[in-house]
């Protein structure tokens, strides 16, 4: 079972929490596009963070296609109310076949969900394509998952056994519906 927590490096409280907390029990590894040294250029700064956000899950997913394995994915906030051990997760993460995406509640939340090398490789091919700037800052990574599903393209499956939620400590600058985002500014890709 291969575990990803998506963190950046200059969010050391965020490291703690997660290495005693979900973490403290499981093997996994750190994946992060930064937006500190991002090659994506764009006239808005604030955007960067929700940009990097959404590549780092872009990452995990080719992770997932990568390994051809279930691929637990982790964002450094998240919390849970009890213990989690790799003998609880395990039946979760394994559970999920095909096409499908796992949650851990009924919400969608990116916090903590299972993507599998089927589904990782139908979200990479929906939503790696930009088609313009506003539609790849506004539309955040949950609301990926929540499209492609509703669409037909995967399923998305909600298991109950541990209460994850996220701690919402956003910075300013990455939050993703108070900025002005690109407003006809152009984004450059390299």
């Known amino acids: ?60 997913w080719l992770e997932a296609v ?15 109310g009890e213990q989690v ?22 919400r969608s939340d990116t916090i903590a969900y299972v993507v599998t090398p089927e589904s990782a490789a139908i979200l990479l091919h929906l939503h790696l394509e930009i088609v313009s700037p506003v539609n790849m800052v506004q539309m955040s990574v949950d609301h990926r998952i929540k499209w492609t599903a509703n669409q037909g393209y995967i399923q998305s499956i909600f298991v109950s056994g541990y209460n994850f939620w996220q701690v919402a400590d956003r910075e300013s600058s990455d939050n993703e519906w108070g900025n002005p985002i690109s407003l006809g500014k152009k984004i450059i890709y390299p």
């Open 66 to 80: 990568r390994l051809q394995q279930n691929v637990l994915i982790f964002e450094d906030d998240v919390q849970c």
């Open 1 to 60: 079972m291969k575990i990803i927590c998506i963190h950046r490096e200059s969010r050391l409280d965020r490291k703690k929490q997660f290495e005693e907390g979900v973490g403290k029990h499981l093997d996994y590894e750190y994946l992060c596009v930064d937006k500190a040294d991002n090659a994506v250029v764009s006239d808005y700064y604030e955007c960067l963070g929700d940009l990097c956000c959404r590549a780092s899950h872009a990452k995990c």
């Open 85 to 106: 051990t790799p003998s609880g997760l395990r039946p979760l993460v394994d559970a999920t076949k095909g096409d499908q995406v796992t949650f851990f509640s009924d």
